[in-house]
């Protein structure tokens, strides 16, 4: 196997702003049939998420067999809105711009909702993205072998010229980050921008995020802030591990204030409840949390912290440890 490419999101730092959807959107879906495809989108947990109730629709990996799930259907993508934008503009018919028929859902739709009851409510944001795993189901189902995971650095891609829009791949993937575009007849998904990074650049969702919470580089680079993160101080969590699929993309859990008591006092109760973190990220995450919860008691007594140093990324440059990557091409 070769080496592998990742990204570490630390969600404490995101703020939801979906800098990194326009990003993506504009570089890389803005053709016909993509109009409500989202490579990377960002969610609001607890939410039913994109595509609608995606954690529901099956998929991964069972006993060492891929395990097909559902097939979304297109109202779980949403749709495109369509404004009024003829009336405001050309024909002084209205003064506000809003969508010209009302919509059953759409990505984001539950945003800012969360969980749990007042004062103790709760809510985070969850970006998400392909995440380029070590053992894709998308690949091993895929009857056309479309999908293929390069060496040179575990980047999870589909030929267009040889995909047959059997959409299997979709069913065989876990997070539903594959999207079939009706118009090409072709099955697409995000590339980890891989012009990019061939050159060493950041993946343009990570490099237009104003949060600095995305980190990429190699697993194995025992010098760079992936392999810190995941290996080293083990805060780093994939999404679902049990879908089998080892995925590349991992996230640091966020830590909230603990929920208030009868009396308004803080209590020594987690306002996101555990077993929810856990479902998402497994059981490790109780481990990162206290990790995640002790260095920061040392940075607030004035102690170094060398994991809090990486979180901060006070310089947008420490972010990104991405080499050169040489790719053979057969044109």
């Known amino acids: 196997m070769g080496r592998q490419i990742a990204m570490v999101l630390d969600l404490n730092k995101c703020i939801g702003c979906q800098a990194c959807t326009v990003a993506c959107k504009s570089l890389w879906t803005d053709e016909e049939g993509q109009q409500t495809m989202f490579w990377n989108n960002v969610e609001t947990m607890p939410g039913r998420g994109y595509p609608r109730d995606w954690q529901q629709q099956g998929g991964g990996w069972e006993n060492g067999e891929v395990r097909l799930g559902e097939l979304p259907e297109e109202a779980d993508y949403g749709s495109a809105i369509e404004l009024n934008h003829e009336e405001v503009y050309f024909r002084g018919e209205d003064a506000y711009l809003h969508a010209k028929e009302p919509m059953p859902w759409g990505p984001n739709w539950d945003e800012d909702a969360g969980g749990g009851v007042y004062p103790n409510n709760y809510f985070f944001y969850l970006p998400r993205l392909c995440n380029h795993c070590t053992h894709p189901s998308c690949l091993e189902a895929c009857p056309a072998r479309a999908i293929y995971k390069r060496e040179e650095d575990g980047i999870v891609l589909i030929d267009p010229d040889k995909c047959e829009g059997y959409q299997m791949c979709i069913r065989a993937c876990p997070y539903k980050k594959i999207y079939f575009n009706k118009v090409a007849g072709v099955s ?19 490099r237009q995020c104003p949060g600095r919470l995305r980190f990429v580089g190699f697993l194995d680079d025992p010098d760079g802030p992936i392999y810190a993160l995941v290996y080293k101080w083990k805060v780093a969590l994939p999404l679902h591990p049990e879908y089998g699929t080892e995925p590349n993309v991992f996230y640091v859990p966020p830590v909230l204030p603990d929920a208030f008591d009868e009396d308004g ?3 020594d109760r987690p306002r996101i409840p555990m077993e929810y973190l856990r479902s998402l990220f497994g059981s490790g995450v109780d481990e990162a949390l206290a990790t995640l919860r002790q260095e920061m008691d040392k940075r607030r007594r004035g102690e170094s912290s060398e994991l809090m140093d990486i979180l901060i990324a006070r310089e947008w440059k420490s972010l990104f440890r991405i080499p050169r990557v040489r790719v053979a091409y057969n044109v």
């Open 265 to 267: 006092r803080f209590s």
């Open 188 to 206: 697409q998904k995000c590339i980890f921008c891989f012009p990019r990074t061939e050159k060493g650049e950041a993946p343009a969702c990570a």
